[in-house]
């Protein structure tokens, strides 16, 4: 950093904040430290009284915060992402449509690792909105040499897309549910409007609902049915239990289904079922997903409706952070819930 009169600091980098005060009126940064002098700036500074300033002269080796920031965002961002305008040295990503955000965790680490580099996200398949902020990245000083820069951009086109947004599928879902207490009007179906508004959150659409009762034979032919109707997607809801009369997950086997897990690591969610007759997924949920906004239907549903094969072995990850929490006011997804 050197002094310099503002005649000769045009394409430099101001070392520090200039403030502007008008009496009686404000008093607030003119220029912020890390401002690149234009020459339209000049009479900005003569007006304030600032003939001479500190400066950092970029030489040809060097890369202004900005700069670095905006170029680490576009080799790190793949589809569904768009970037902020540097502010303050920071280029944030944003996801430019709802969807499962996936983030690659060794290709982080390695730019991390790399001296004066900073890039933070969000975690990996999260549920992400429109228009929500899902990663930043800056470097630490004002300038810094660009081959550090050049390193991220090498990691990036190494494991591209370093971070992106699967958009979800619009899905025709078929909804199947179980229960002679509600397919004889005992009590009234609470699970149907559940479902209609978690998957109409995710863009899907809900073709019918059909009940039947704790029987095999009528709950094959209600899965065949939505099948036949071209439903892209079945939930089966109820009777996931090692009852005597919850006959769900013998009744998704009888139809076809070539079953990934009967049982996951997770609570809320722990009876749940996936299976896939054909290409078609078929979900048992277990009454919890009724009763939290939360369970295993948020950790599994949107990786499918993102195109991803959901096997056992992610089913067995998710041991690691599927214990929910109970709070009295539930946060999610603000919380450590399938993170």
Do not use: W
């Amino acid at each position: 950093m050197k002094t310099i009169p503002v005649e000769e600091a045009i394409g430099m980098v101001l070392g520090h904040d200039v403030t502007r005060i008008a009496p009686g009126e404000s008093k607030g940064p003119a220029f912020r430290k890390g401002h690149v002098i234009r020459e339209e700036d000049i009479p900005v500074f003569l007006d304030i009284g600032k003939r001479n300033i500190y400066v950092f002269d970029l030489d040809e080796g060097t890369v202004h915060e900005n700069e670095a920031a905006r170029r680490m965002a576009e080799a790190a961002s793949g589809p569904g992402i768009t970037l902020t305008d540097p502010k303050e040295g920071r280029v944030n990503l944003i996801a430019a449509g709802q969807g499962l955000l996936k983030v690659n965790p060794a290709a982080l680490a390695r730019i991390n690792s790399i001296e004066a580099v900073v890039f933070a996200s969000l975690k990996t398949d999260g549920i992400v909105a429109d228009g929500q902020s899902v990663a930043g990245t800056r470097i630490i000083p004002l300038v810094c040499e660009k081959e550090k820069v050049r390193q991220v951009e090498q990691i990036c086109r190494n494991h591209a897309p370093v971070i992106h947004v699967k958009p979800f599928a619009s899905k025709k879902v078929g909804i199947v549910t179980t229960g002679s207490e509600v397919y004889s009007g005992r009590i009234q179906d609470k699970f149907g409007p559940v479902l209609r508004d978690k998957f109409g959150k995710l863009g899907c659409t809900v073709m019918d609902q059909t009940f039947v009762s704790d029987d095999v034979e009528m709950t094959v032919g209600a899965i065949r049915d939505f099948l036949d109707r071209g439903a892209e997607m079945i939930a089966v809801t109820g009777g996931m239990s090692v009852d005597p009369d919850d006959q769900t997950p013998a009744s998704i086997r009888a139809a076809g289904g070539q079953v990934v897990t009967y049982g996951a690591p997770v609570f809320p969610g722990a009876m749940f079922m996936l299976a896939f007759i054909g290409d078609v997924p078929v979900v048992g949920l277990p009454g919890c997903v009724m009763y939290f906004r939360a369970s295993i239907f948020e950790l599994v549903v949107p990786r499918i409706l993102a195109g991803e094969t959901v096997t056992k072995a992610d089913i067995v990850e998710m041991g690691h952070g599927g214990f929910c929490s109970g709070c009295v006011e539930c946060r999610y997804p603000i919380c450590g819930f399938g993170k």
